[in-house]
């Protein structure tokens, strides 16, 4: 299996930059790294995925060390992640890192994108803060707050301005940080986190729970619904 790094985040928000410095720096020398950008979004045939109707196809490894997929900036974080992870499931490919950067300024300027990061954030183990020197420390604090004051797991790092990490093999290794299980084996037995003093009185089904972002209703909605940003990034020319 080849290790995949998902990356999330907004179009314009400096993904760019972030993959520049991780293929560089966060593995070892001599490593190849395949970078896979959504169709809509890239102008090479070769390294590119696609997600249409609902499915992502996303090509098999080939001789690289490891690959970073980068999602469509534009369209919702679920849908895509959602169907990402029913194409990985008959893949060659292990999810290794779920990567998310947040547009400091953007968020700032547009409250509607704080529901956008939440999904985003739910699925990762490392959260990229950049532009953080452009706005109010304030600002930072008060978007924080909610995953501080839920012991979120993932790991808050902030992209330098000369676009550095201060440790970048720290993003793409070590154990999940992530608040999703979707790509992580666990028994249905041990989501229920039954002990000997909380048992049920009724029969249960064994059948693990869909993540909370893909549930839905009996008509098919989903229960959480995520904005559309796709306007807010044209009014910023994105």
């Known amino acids: 299996m080849t290790p995949l790094i998902i990356f999330l985040g907004a179009t314009g928000s400096g993904r760019i930059i972030a993959i520049k410095e991780l293929t560089t720096n966060a593995w070892p020398e001599g490593k190849k790294i395949r970078v896979l950008f959504e169709k809509s979004e890239s102008a090479s045939d070769d390294d590119r995925w696609n997600f249409q109707n609902g499915e992502a196809i996303i090509p098999q490894p080939g001789q690289e060390d490891a690959a970073i997929l980068v999602t469509q900036g534009k369209l919702s974080p679920v849908d895509q992640m959602e169907a990402i992870h029913r194409a990985l499931a008959t893949s060659r490919w292990q999810c290794q890192r779920i990567l998310t950067i947040v547009d400091c300024p953007l968020a700032s300027r547009h409250h ?5 990061y939440q999904a985003c954030i739910h699925f990762s183990d490392v959260v990229i803060l950049n532009r953080r020197w452009e706005v109010p420390g304030q600002w930072v604090s008060k978007f ?3 995953y501080e004051a ?3 797991p993932c790991l808050f790092i902030n992209l ?3 676009g550095t990490f201060q440790n970048p093999a720290a993003i793409i290794e070590g154990e999940p940080l992530r608040l999703s299980h979707i790509f992580d084996e666990i028994d249905a037995v041990d989501e229920m986190e039954f002990d000997e003093d909380n048992l049920p009185d009724e029969p249960f089904d064994l059948v693990r729970q869909p993540d909370k972002y893909f549930a839905r209703d009996e008509l098919g909605r989903r229960k959480i619904s995520v904005p ?6 044209k009014a910023e020319g994105r």
């Open 112 to 116: 509607e994108l704080t529901e956008w």
């Open 144 to 146: 924080l707050e909610p």
């Open 150 to 152: 839920d012991f979120y």
């Open 160 to 162: 330098l301005k000369n």
């Open 228 to 233: 559309d940003i796709s306007e807010i990034l």
